[in-house]
């Protein structure tokens, strides 16, 4: 399985934007779709984006549409997660995800490769 790793987090203000990075090891994320999930404290992890393999298609929780956007850099080895004009409602630890198969899948049990998260505080 590849591994993941998350980084760009911190601490921001609303209305801030802040850029995610989830970096493959192991193995070649271009291959893999790859998603973002967030747990806010309190509630479920939930699905934000995903992206497929080919980066032509990306789906989104509505409630981030229009502020979010993932992309891959292949050369990197990385998919991103740039968030913009951000709300203490999107204060989480941001997961990315990666999956082998066809398809696209917004459901994190479809996702067997998992990051460890990264903090993203969003003060009012």
């Known amino acids: 399985q590849v591994q993941l790793a998350e980084s760009g987090g911190g601490v921001v203000q609303a209305g801030g934007s802040l850029r995610l990075s989830c970096e493959a090891s192991?193995?070649?994320?271009?291959?893999?779709?790859t998603g973002w999930f967030r747990q806010a404290p309190g509630k479920e992890r939930e699905f934000v984006a995903t992206?497929?393999?080919?980066?032509?298609?990306?789906y989104y929780v509505d409630s981030v549409k229009g502020r979010f956007s993932i992309s891959r850099d292949n050369a990197k080895n990385t998919v991103c997660l740039q968030m913009n004009s951000l709300k203490p409602e999107d204060t989480a630890v941001y997961y990315c995800?990666?999956?082998?198969?066809?398809?696209?899948?917004?459901?994190?049990?479809?996702?067997?490769?998992w990051g460890q998260g990264t903090q993203v505080t969003v003060s009012s």
């Open positions: 992206i497929s393999r080919s980066g032509a298609t990306t």
């Open positions: 192991g193995g070649t994320l271009s291959t893999h779709e």
């Open positions: 995800a990666a999956r082998l198969g066809y398809g696209m899948a917004m459901n994190e049990a479809a996702f067997p490769s």
